[in-house]
């Protein structure tokens, strides 16, 4: 599934931003325009029932996983992932091949 995707920056570096359960990319109101600041293009994206994206049948570790393997472009410099957001990115980081992987209380 595409996720909608919130985005602060325009910086030549990419850092990506996964929410935990119950938030969405709203929850990155600091950190985000913070990064921004520091050179980053950051991207949020909203996972599949939670902000503006959109509500799914399935909602298991492995379809969030894909999600963020059709939505975050490969290579970024940076994803850090929380809560549920970190169980996602453990799924997909082998297929994104992040610079830096950070995982907040998986």
Avoid: K
């Amino acid at each position: 599934m595409r996720l909608d995707m919130r985005t602060w920056g325009s910086g030549a570096r990419t850092a990506a931003l996964v929410h935990g359960y119950t938030d969405d990319s709203a929850t990155w109101w600091q950190i985000g325009p913070a990064l921004a600041e520091r050179g980053f293009t950051v991207l949020a994206p909203d996972l599949r029932g939670h902000g503006t994206s959109p509500w799914a049948d399935s909602y298991g570790v492995a379809d969030f996983a894909a999600d963020l393997r059709e939505t975050v472009p490969r290579g970024a410099d940076l994803i850090l992932g929380h809560s549920l957001g970190g169980l996602a990115l453990a799924g997909a980081v082998g297929d994104l091949d992040p610079g830096v992987a950070v995982y907040v209380d998986p």
